[in-house]
């Protein structure tokens, strides 16, 4: 069974740092690709960041270009977000979501969540 | 970047109805477009991809259709666990992107 476990969220104050984890088990994690998906209160699912299998590329929305940075360690099966110069926009659930198998990918198993709250 | 239109924004439904909600893109997607549910306060679940197939475990009341730049979701008999909302999103391209959501309410 495959799981998805988020960590490092929390409150942050604007212009500061966190951290996101994503520990994952239950598939060869370097095997596909893994993504950040964020979701503000009340608002709908917006696509952050995703990294291909070896790690070597990398892909961001517009709106966290320059601020945020994806990377993995697949020898320990997790998928992290750096997330630098907060803002209160930025305020959201982030889920960690596994990339189905092929070139072309959905997001076929999420986590739970890591809920940020950026504090102006 | 490809934008996704979803519609309707919400709608209301009694059990045993059938509901169909509608998702266009801005350009053609090959077929590379998928569904998820959310139900309140939990993780969004896939429910369809690569237009009309089913992961492993989804009701058959669950089926996808469309091409090049419009999409159909469509559940035949609704259930009482199949009040939530609903997104499409594209996986042609990067920004990958998602429809604003439908949110299926009891009537």
């Known amino acids: 069974e495959v799981q998805l476990l988020e960590s490092g969220g929390g409150l942050a104050q604007r212009g500061g740092s966190l951290r996101l984890s994503c520990t994952a088990s239950?598939?060869?994690?370097?095997?596909?690709?893994m993504n950040w998906v964020r979701q503000a209160p009340g608002k709908g699912l917006e696509w952050v960041s995703s990294?291909?299998?070896?790690?070597?590329?990398?892909y961001y929305a517009d709106f966290v270009k320059g601020q945020f940075t994806i990377s993995r360690d697949n020898a320990r099966n997790t998928l992290y977000l750096q997330m630098d110069s907060l803002r209160a926009e930025d305020t959201a659930m982030y889920y960690c979501?596994?990339?189905?198998?092929?070139?072309?990918?959905?997001?076929?198993?999420w986590g739970q969540g890591t809920l940020v709250a950026v504090s102006s | 970047d490809i934008q996704m239109t979803q519609s309707p924004s919400s709608l209301s439904a009694s059990v045993g109805d059938r509901v169909t909600i509608t998702c266009r893109s801005s350009?053609?997607?090959?077929?590379?477009l998928a569904w998820y549910q959310q139900k309140p306060g939990k993780a969004p679940k896939a429910l369809i991809y690569?237009?009309?197939s089913l992961p492993s475990g989804v009701p058959s009341r669950f089926s996808g259709s469309g091409s090049g730049t419009e999409f159909t979701l469509t559940i035949t008999s609704l259930q009482p666990e199949d009040f939530a909302t609903y997104y499409c999103?594209?996986?042609?391209?990067?920004?990958?992107?998602f429809g604003g959501g439908t949110r299926v309410e009891i009537k």
């Open positions: 350009q053609a997607l090959s077929g590379w």
């Open positions: 999103q594209q996986y042609h391209s990067y920004p990958l992107t």
């Open positions: 979501a596994k990339g189905s198998s092929g070139y072309f990918y959905f997001f076929d198993d």
């Open positions: 239950g598939f060869i994690f370097g095997n596909f690709y």
């Open positions: 690569a237009t009309f």
């Open positions: 990294i291909d299998n070896s790690g070597y590329n990398t």
